[in-house]
């Protein structure tokens, strides 16, 4: 039983039971085999995790592990506007290969997965499906047809006849997910906690959908590398990490789901930035105070089709909900049609199909179990797979110590300072706190 914290998670509270000498098929005191079993209860501000994991690390009498994991998880730290739930089974299977270095393994994964909202969450969603997938009503019909859109976009509707188009459709429906998963890897470390020589590299692929079935058809390929060296001085120490990432559909899946995308920004990748900061952004309609009265931005096009410019229009209400349930205080001229202008929204991330990212951190003994890190971080999450644009991208620099607490365990805090940020990511630095010295997967 313990208690912890940290910036992602909050508080949060452990308890659990572990045998490391466990046998199966031996009752009713099930011990002596030299298996693994593990049940953990994780309770928290921000998290529910239950889990219930059994290993055999010498299967079939050989240096290869098999795995079950049964596990329930309901999370709400991945954002404030709605929680993710999963329910499932992983059965693992992994083996050493040509020598004790290099693994690799195959898993297989069926789970019940779903977002659920616990804020605004929907109208936000419907905001950005109306502004930037098409989902108003009318959206597709020509302008002098008569069900085309209104000339003025706060008489605009939802089209749920459409709803499977846009992000709405992931919202507070459980999707079910049946998926398996190949790994590579080699590792070479000399410490699994606070490693100072040598290399761990990994490659994923997953596949879901087709002949394994479910409600999901995609594929998510990842490599993630790891590399140590001695400093300047003997006892500091280089680390060098960099990661790349790909995840896309196939068959009738038209959109990676929202729990499968990659997200960048916390203690763990972009240390510069909140939590998933990084990457692309859930679009709104532009608002603002003019004159003390809070008003939207729409863009004016005149009868001949020409711009007019930009215009705000000030609306009854006083806070900025969702916008098309709002009353505009003025109309549009004869024969001028309004369409909102659209902005990132911020703290509002979608994730993204690609992503690329790098660090590098130079860490110095201080005294004995404290030591004081400088790191640079770098990289990138797009929206389509395969859309790699290197001079895209969001940066930091920061600086942290690393303490070996007793009873504890290894901790880390550190402060990143944004350097070449988006738009969408505002502030001006962020501390993270966390467990593990080491950032490698």
């Known amino acids: 039983m313990g208690f912890g914290y940290s910036s992602i998670e909050s508080i949060f509270a452990q308890a659990g039971f572990v045998q490391g000498n466990f046998d199966l098929f031996n ?42 994991d049964l596990y329930h998880r309901e999370i709400q730290y991945y954002s404030r506007y709605y929680e993710q739930h999963q329910t499932g089974i992983k059965l693992g299977f992994a083996r050493k290969l040509w020598d004790d270095f290099t693994s690799g393994g195959v898993n297989l994964t069926f789970e019940s997965v ?13 905001e950005h499906d109306m502004l930037t997938n098409g989902l108003a009503k009318g959206y597709d019909l020509p302008r002098e047809h008569p069900d085309s859109l209104s000339a003025n976009p706060f008489d605009w509707t939802f089209d749920m006849d459409r709803l499977h188009q846009g992000e709405l459709a992931e919202l507070n429906n459980d999707r079910l997910v049946s998926k398996l998963g190949l790994f590579f890897a080699y590792d070479t470390l000399n410490h699994g906690l606070m490693p100072s020589r040598g290399q761990f590299t990994r490659i994923n692929a997953d596949i879901a959908g087709g002949p394994l079935g479910g409600d999901t058809e995609m594929y998510r390929l990842e490599l993630e590398t790891a590399y140590f060296y001695p400093g300047f001085v003997p006892g500091h120490v280089w680390e060098v990490i960099g990661k790349l990432g790909v995840v896309d559909t196939f068959g009738d899946s038209g959109r990676v789901p929202y729990f499968d995308r990659f997200f960048l920004g916390g203690g763990y990748t972009m240390r510069g930035y909140d939590y998933r900061d990084i990457g692309p952004q859930m679009q709104r309609w532009k608002n603002g105070v003019e004159d003390g009265k809070l008003g939207y931005y729409v863009n004016v096009e005149g009868a001949d089709g020409k711009s007019k410019g930009e215009k705000f229009v000030p609306v009854e209400e006083n806070v900025p909900y969702y916008p098309f349930s709002q009353r505009p205080q003025v109309q549009p001229e004869s024969g001028d049609k309004w369409t909102p202008v659209i902005e990132d929204g911020t703290e509002i991330p979608l994730g993204g199909s690609s992503y690329w990212f790098g660090s590098v951190e130079y860490t110095i003994p201080i005294i004995d179990k404290l030591r004081f890190a400088m790191f640079y971080d770098i990289g990138m999450v797009y929206a389509d797979p395969y859309d790699f644009d290197f001079s895209n991208y969001a940066d930091n620099w920061g600086i942290g110590l690393r303490l070996f607490v007793p009873l504890l365990g290894p901790l880390r805090l550190d402060y990143g300072f944004p350097l070449n940020s988006p738009d969408y990511a505002e502030g001006g630095g962020q501390f993270h ?3 593990g010295f080491s950032r490698s997967f």
């Open 27 to 68: 009752p009713p005191y099930f011990t002596g085999g030299g298996q693994k079993f593990r049940l953990q209860i994780t309770t928290g501000a921000r998290r529910q995790d239950y889990q219930v994991t059994f290993e055999e690390p010498y299967f079939m009498d050989r240096k290869q592990r098999l795995s079950v």
């Open 433 to 435: 706190f966390g467990v």
């Open 114 to 126: 779903g977002i659920f909202d616990s804020s605004s969450y929907s109208d936000m969603l419907k």
